[in-house]
T-cell receptor, first 119, second 112 residues
Framework: GAVVSQHPSRVICKSGTSVKIECRSL??????MFWYRQFPKQSLMLMAT?????????EQGVEKDKFLINHASLTLSTLTVTSAHPEDSSFYICSAMGLAGAISYNEQFFGPGTRLTVL | AQSVTQLDSHVSVSEGTPVLLRCNYSSSYSPSLFWYVQHPNKGLQLLLK??????LVKGINGFEAEFKKSETSFHLTKPSAHMSDAAEYFCVVSSTGNQFYFGTGTSLTVIP
């Protein structure tokens, strides 16, 4: 099956700094990528959907200037948490859908997640 | 409108006994339905999916689910629980192919 990687798996930063999380599709072209946030013992909350080469579509209540999403290529999307604060601490998960040759995936493939802790 | 309801936030079973995780959905169109499993501090792994083919879907690790349109249900089952099945399970519905709605999750505990 298709593989999605995320980097870093865990990051700790000081309040006020910015953190970039990368999401890569390793063996398929990710035409659509999703970014989720998950609080402990809760379900995933969709933050935004991005299509390659287009601006991301943010869910209601998600600050686009706070959570910058770039999907500049068919294998890479990045989420930058700008001026991070302790309330931004969370588990961030990306997923991707797309194409591998003639195969079109109609399901999401998830990355392993990134644990962000802001001190 | 689409939505997913996972009826149990927590299920506890003994090792070797059957597992039943319940999911009901609401969808205006013919839905695609998915079950994902998440182990602690890990991403989500697809267990199985229904996309308008056979109503009984077999997945990985011995799991299966049956799509019942009349009951708007897509319950996940496994005949015999294993310790490694302890995890969080999410039911997901999609009708448009680009919007996915997650249930709140069911935490499965397996008692040795």
């Amino acid at each position: 099956g298709a593989v999605v990687s995320q980097h870093p798996s865990r990051v700790i930063c000081k309040s006020g700094t910015s953190v970039k999380i990368e999401c890569r599709s390793l063996d398929f072209q990710a035409t659509t990528m999703f970014w989720y946030r998950q609080f402990p013992k809760q379900s995933l909350m969709l933050m935004a959907t991005s299509n390659e080469g287009s601006k991301a579509t943010y869910e209601q209540g998600v600050e686009k200037d706070k959570f910058l999403i770039n999907h500049a290529s068919l294998t890479l999307s990045t989420l930058t948490v700008t001026s991070a604060h302790p309330e931004d601490s969370s588990f961030y998960i990306c997923s991707a859908m797309g194409l591998a040759g003639a195969i079109s995936y109609n399901e999401q493939f998830f990355g392993p997640g990134t644990r962000l802790t802001v001190l | 409108a689409q939505s997913v309801t996972q009826l149990d936030s927590h299920v506890s079973v003994s090792e070797g006994t059957p597992v039943l995780l319940r999911c009901n959905y609401s969808s205006s169109y013919s839905p695609s339905l998915f079950w994902y499993v998440q182990h602690p501090n890990k991403g989500l792994q697809l267990l199985l999916k229904y996309t308008s083919a056979a109503t009984l879907v077999k997945g990985i690790n011995g799991f299966e689910a049956e799509f019942k349109k009349s009951e708007t249900s897509f319950h996940l089952t496994k005949p015999s629980a294993h310790m490694s099945d302890a995890a969080e399970y999410f039911c997901v519905v999609s009708s448009t192919g680009n919007q996915f709605y997650f249930g709140t999750g069911t935490s499965l505990t397996v008692i040795p």
